[in-house]
């Protein structure tokens, strides 16, 4: 099965040209970002040129791997100032709290109700404007967010989440850091594999999964040398839109249920943290699945070995103190995430200890 209710607007001059469909999901706009990445990508400029008729509430408290409390906020000044839509713009992070602010306020949800997705019951039209080439996030329903009293990061999926429209103009990632290029792509790459690994996978989308690890691959050095080159900009976008529409029907796996314990504890960002355990997962995941592995690579006339040394020269590199106490309490989080059910083959709490260990 595949099912994908968002209206996708992909190139460049994508927001100018959706100016219609934007005006028609509503009458007033939350636009929801973090500190600056809505301006310095030029996104909100173009936005404000033709809603600012519509006197837009702007919430630019949004930080990376969002908290309950900023959705909560959100929530709270949709409702105050009388918001019928969500226009989100950012990285992952904007984009999924987005989504949850819209859940959140249109079900009058409270901080602990966040990912009772079972209280989901309407929603609040989503806008989703990417402003890095990663997660995906336009195409998902998914949010992934941090409750920072616990201090664990966690995602919940519901249809209702889908953003109405996607708009994705490469131009936008322009100003990203050598670093957040390399994580945010590596998130994306992860997302396609795990759209092989994935017990949920659908072969209807191998063609696209095929191609998002083709164009990561060719275009990820060029970007990384050359940060003004649109047509690798452009690749990397539609390679993390692909992405997207991957994990909206596979999910995700252990690839990233194990990741998340290195962004709460250690600052990992959430790419890097995909990116530091490829291998190890590829080598757990590889006898399962190593036809659709092969056939990913062949399709553009690469192999595993050559995926490996590509990796290698990417050089991803984590600040970690990873010791047994950190594995002894992070291991059955990892065990209890609800990922977990899409691996291809069970992964044991050893398993999981000895990716860990692997990091030591
Ligand atoms: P992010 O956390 O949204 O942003 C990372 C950094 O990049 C921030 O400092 C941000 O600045 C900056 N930035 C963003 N766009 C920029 C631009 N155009 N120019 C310069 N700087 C820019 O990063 P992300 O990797 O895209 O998102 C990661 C989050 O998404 C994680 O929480 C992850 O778990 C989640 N995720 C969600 C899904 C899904 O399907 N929903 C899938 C995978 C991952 P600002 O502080 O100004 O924003
Ligand atoms: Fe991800």
Redesign the pocket.
Known sequence: MYYLPTRIIFGEHALPSSQAQIAGLGSKALIV??????A??GALDELLNFLAVQNPVIYDG?????HLESVVTGADLMREQDCDYVIGI???????AAKAISLAAANKLGIDDIYRTDLFKRAFPIVAV???S????EA?Q???LTDSRIGK?A?WGHALAFPALAIVDPR??L???YH?TL??AI?ALS?LLEGLYSRLREPLIFPLIHKGIELIVKHLPIALNDPQNLEARTALSQASLYG?MT?AQGSTTLQ?SIG?PL?TAFNV???LANGIVMKQMMELYWPEVDGLIDSAFGSFDYNLQQFYDWLDKLELRAEMRIDEDFIASKVPEVMASRNMANNPVLASPDDVAKIYRSLM
């Not at 949004?62 to 969002?66: D, F, K, L």
């Not at 950012?90 to 999924?96: A, C």
């Open positions: 970002t973090g500190k600056s990445s809505a310095r990508s949004i930080s990376e791997n969002p950012g990285g992952g992070s904007p984009l999924d990417p402003t890095t990663g997660t995906g996030s998902t998914y949010a992934v990061k995602g936008y990632t100003s990203l850091s957040v994580n945010t998130d997302h997207g994990i990233h998340y962004t960002p959430h790419g």
